[in-house]
């Protein structure tokens, strides 16, 4: 048991290319499985597409039980809201009654995973254009995780009832149309819940989504600290801080 902990623990935080390239698989899997998801609810359910679900539960479950083996303390792992996640996810998979629902909260784990900091450190390492963008690519990861996760509670708690919404895509047409305020009318929350769900992603989610849009494509910065105020973020061309008025000087590349 010792020899297996410790080659786990090499696999999820060691720094040589086959650790390195066991994350960043793990990251292709999240992926590959969130479009999975979105992609096999379009289609009829059949038994190889049973089985496959069947065999991401069993890599999904194998992940889990090897991160609370290595876990430097396992209670505070089980209070995590991305272990759970990943439980119902499993149930999901593995009980038909739920397939059509709860499978899309897969994708926090895939943000837990693009949040880690080993795999951020190896995304640096790797790319330049990851190190040069990485702030614009983790409001776009942000940005993509919130509208699957609020587009996922629409499905659940519409599909059964709301004829207007058969497929995780109504429900993410629904929800785009909402967060953007275009509001086209022609799909509409029923029951109670279904309003109130409305009401609470017009009030918080539209001014969430925007705040998200605005950090991707709002200019990007360089990193900087001023010697008299410590303001660490700047404009790439900026000559003085512009909340002390020190001179600075930011290297640059002359462009």
Not at 19 to 35: C, E, G, M
Request: charged fraction near 20%.
């Amino acid at each position: 048991m010792d020899k297996l902990k410790i080659g786990l623990r090499h696999a999820y935080y060691g720094r040589k290319p086959a650790a390195q390239r066991f994350r960043l698989s793990l990251l292709a899997f999240d992926i590959a499985t969130l479009v999975y998801f979105i992609v096999v609810s379009l289609l009829p359910p059949t038994p190889w597409l049973h089985m496959l679900e069947l065999v991401i539960a069993a890599v999904i479950l194998l992940d889990l039980l090897a991160r609370f083996l290595i876990a430097s303390d396992r209670r505070r792992y089980m209070l995590q809201l991305t272990t759970w996640a990943d439980i119902l996810v499993v149930v999901s998979l593995v009980a038909p009654l739920f397939t059509q629902n709860l499978v899309f909260l897969r994708v926090l784990r895939a943000l837990r995973l693009l949040r880690s900091y080993h795999v951020l450190k190896d995304l640096r390492e790797r790319w330049d254009f990851f190190k040069r963008n990485e702030e614009v690519i983790q409001s776009v990861i942000n940005l993509s995780v919130f509208v699957f996760v609020v587009t996922a509670l629409v499905y659940v708690l519409q599909a059964r009832t709301n004829p207007s919404i058969n497929t995780y895509i109504d429900a993410l047409y629904f929800t785009v149309t909402t967060l953007t305020t275009t509001g086209f009318g022609d799909i509409t929350l029923e029951g109670s819940s279904g309003r109130l769900l409305a009401v609470i992603i017009m009030v918080v989610g539209v001014a969430l989504f925007l705040r998200l849009i605005q950090t991707i494509f709002r200019p990007q910065k360089v990193h900087y600290t001023c010697p008299d105020c410590g303001l660490s973020r700047h404009d790439p061309d900026a000559v003085h801080c512009k909340h002390c008025g020190r001179l600075l000087s930011i290297e640059t590349a002359g462009d």
